[in-house]
């Protein structure tokens, strides 16, 4: 099974800053990668899918990159409401991993 | 609007069973792919089974193989997880998610349902 690895599993950050988490795959996953917010309580949310595709209503500071095996989001300018858990997951095959998780959390 | 609503978590004993369902409502069920998730208490997201929109291909993360059957009845617009052979480390809160048909990710997510195995 491909496995995700994603990095840092926990980033500072304050409001304005730019914001990058790097996610892993064991083998190549081509484009087939999404990234997903999660806040406390609540149900995730889809924000980038096939690796660099915005989802319908989400903010443009949001954007995703990468092939292959290695992958990034970014967000541009980090605004209060971003401070979450952000989850990367391949779709290649349908054993749909998820990573570990990376926690956005105030410096 | 789009809702899916969990049922049938609690609380089971190691090596019992429970049986989850699913009820869709507001769009087309019987046109989306469908699939189970589960979130241990302070823990990240793990996918458990997935299911085609007609039925008859399932799939299931290695942890769930052979315990667990993914199915659904399009008639009733509800999609099922039955989860046998129980074990402490299926605790968690288990949602049911859409596959989108133009993202093909998971674009509606129910609001998940807690299943605890202790004796």
């Known amino acids: 099974d491909i496995q995700m690895t994603q990095s840092p599993s926990t980033l500072s950050a304050s409001v304005g800053d730019r914001v990058t988490i790097t996610c892993r795959a064991s083998q190549s996953i081509s484009s087939w990668l999404a990234w997903y917010q999660q806040k406390p309580g609540k149900a995730p949310k889809l924000l980038i899918y096939?690796?660099?595709s915005l989802e319908t209503g989400v903010p443009s500071r949001f954007s995703g990159s990468g092939s292959g095996t290695e992958f990034t989001l970014t967000i541009s300018s980090l605004q209060p409401d971003d401070f979450a858990t952000y989850y990367c997951q391949q779709y290649n095959t349908f054993s749909r991993a998820f990573g570990l998780g990376t926690k956005v959390e105030f410096k | 609007e789009v809702q899916l609503v969990e049922s049938g978590g609690g609380l089971a004993q190691p090596g019992g069973s429970l049986r989850l369902s699913c009820a869709a409502s507001g769009f087309s069920f019987p046109s989306y792919a469908m699939n189970w998730v589960r979130q241990s208490p302070g823990k990240g997201l793990e996918w458990v089974s997935a299911?085609?929109?007609?039925?008859?291909?399932?799939y299931y993360a290695d942890s769930v193989k052979g315990r667990f059957t993914i199915s659904r009845d399009n008639s009733k617009n509800t999609l099922y997880l039955q989860m046998d052979s129980l074990r402490a480390e299926d605790t968690a809160v288990y949602s049911c998610?859409?596959?989108?048909?133009?993202?093909?990710?998971?674009?509606?997510w129910g609001q998940g349902i807690l299943v605890t195995v202790s004796s």
């Open positions: 299911i085609s929109f007609h039925g008859t291909d399932t």
């Open positions: 096939k690796a660099s």
């Open positions: 998610a859409r596959v989108g048909l133009t993202t093909a990710n998971f674009d509606y």
